[in-house]
């Protein structure tokens, strides 16, 4: 659990808005009942408008579960936006890059195909991680990981930061439930490599120098072949792509470790997906046609199992982990 100044301007407005939910009452009404003083009256309503748990203009309390799904829903906007660009991308430089006139003078594009090219493809990249200069920007989807190939990615890792370059890695945050990879991320930090955790991540991608991008050809197929991208205007937009993605994202210790290996039932799922719209034990179990005693006992294990203080939090956990997208 955290704690310090921001714990406690989280505990005093999660009262603040109790108070408002539960009575009725205006910001400035549940604040003289709670006999807050000005200036934490102040933080909370910062807190809450920051959550966009607060009416600005009427001073109360808008519905969770409704800032929840809006949010999700601007999440996955932003997040669909990113992988259509990434789509847009990829068709130029495999079908149009090379066309007679349209060719940027100072780009270079090379296909592997998959996997006929893919030893070709790693030795690629083992030569761009010898000559990186300056830094290497990572993006991995969750993967069919190995720890052969973990310790093959480690030892590319481990030339380039040896040579002095700056690595960054995102990872797709629901990739802390894999053992073998909140393993190697120690591994990783101790080699100096920065990680960053995002509730998804649109594609596999590589970018050297800002000069040069390796990127999977279809963010859906990884057997429709890589494409390497070599100077133009196309890897600096890519790396302005992947700034974004970094600044957004999540330092390892402010995601929620699932259990290993975690398997939800559909039963489960089910639940998390209403709990996260804010429904009720008693409507989750007339939905799904079992008593109340036992979604209250489901939603007190999937609580216990995302480390949440609250049902609202092991909905937002859950999302943040993408299990709400699992199934």
Known sequence: MSSGPLAADDDLARSLYARMQEQGETLPEAAERLSLAAQDIDRAR??????????????????VSAV?????????????????????TAALARRYLDLPGQTDPRAHLEFFAWPDHREHLFERIDELAESAKHEVLGMHPVAA????????????????????????????????????????MGKWR??????RMAPLIPTRMLIYDRRTAILQADPEDLHAGSILIRGGSVVR???????????????PEDVPRSA???????????????????AKDSA???SMGVSTRTITRLVSELT??????????????????????AG
């Open 284 to 286: 989750i179990a007339r």
């Open 68 to 88: 929840l799904n809006r949010s999700l829903r601007r999440s996955h906007q932003l997040l669909d936006s990113l992988v259509e660009q990434h789509v847009r």
């Open 304 to 325: 216990a199992m995302l480390g949440a203080s609250s049902r609202f939090q092991a909905g937002v956990r859950a999302a943040r982990l993408g299990w709400l997208d």
């Open 145 to 184: 990981w190995t720890r052969e190939s973990l310790e093959a990615g480690l030892s590319r890792s481990e030339t380039a930061v040896r040579n002095g370059v700056r690595m960054r890695a995102l990872h797709a945050q629901i990739a802390m439930s894999h053992p073998l990879i909140r393993e190697y």
């Open 237 to 251: 937009s890519l790396a302005a792509i992947y700034d974004y993605c970094w600044t957004t994202a999540s330092e």
């Open 190 to 195: 101790e080699y100096g490599i920065e990680i």
């Open 46 to 63: 910062e807190q809450l408008v920051r959550l966009d748990l607060l009416n600005p203009e009427t001073q109360t309390a808008a519905d």
């Open 260 to 278: 290993d290996g975690v398997s939800l039932t559909e039963q489960q799922l089910a639940v998390l997906r209403m709990l996260a719209a804010g």
